[in-house]
């Protein structure tokens, strides 16, 4: 994969991308019945990140770009949510949880430069 290029050169997007990979990962464990609630609601969230801020990478004016960025954020927070419920379900080990929770923090801190600085 190409990280020089486009939108894949912003930090943002690296960190949602980490993060739409430990999602997969994570929810892979998760029980058959969830397969299309939680996991599908997760892994739809995580994906709407990292495709929002490549759409947004694309736009041409600021304020069209600052949207897809606000959308990522707003996705971020739905994914926030969703790894709570799955923890508190005890679908995610506290490990998995921790690091999960430190690299969606770590996206949403560089999401929120990203966005202000549009």
Not at 34 to 52: D, G, I, Y
Not at 56 to 84: P, W
């Amino acid at each position: 994969m190409r990280n020089d290029k486009g939108y894949r050169k912003l930090i943002a997007w690296q960190k949602a991308n980490l993060l739409v990979h430990l999602v997969y990962d994570i929810t892979t464990n998760f029980p058959k019945d969830e397969l299309f609630s939680l996991t599908a609601q997760m892994r739809r969230a995580a994906l709407s990140v990292c495709a929002n801020i490549a759409e947004g990478y694309s736009r041409k004016g600021s304020k069209d770009r600052r949207h897809f960025y606000q959308m990522a954020i707003a996705s971020l927070t739905e994914l926030e949510f969703f790894i709570d419920f799955a923890y508190e379900r005890k679908f995610i080990k506290r490990h998995d949880y921790e690091k999960v929770l430190e690299v969606h923090t770590e996206a949403a801190r560089v999401l929120n430069g990203l966005s202000k600085s549009t």
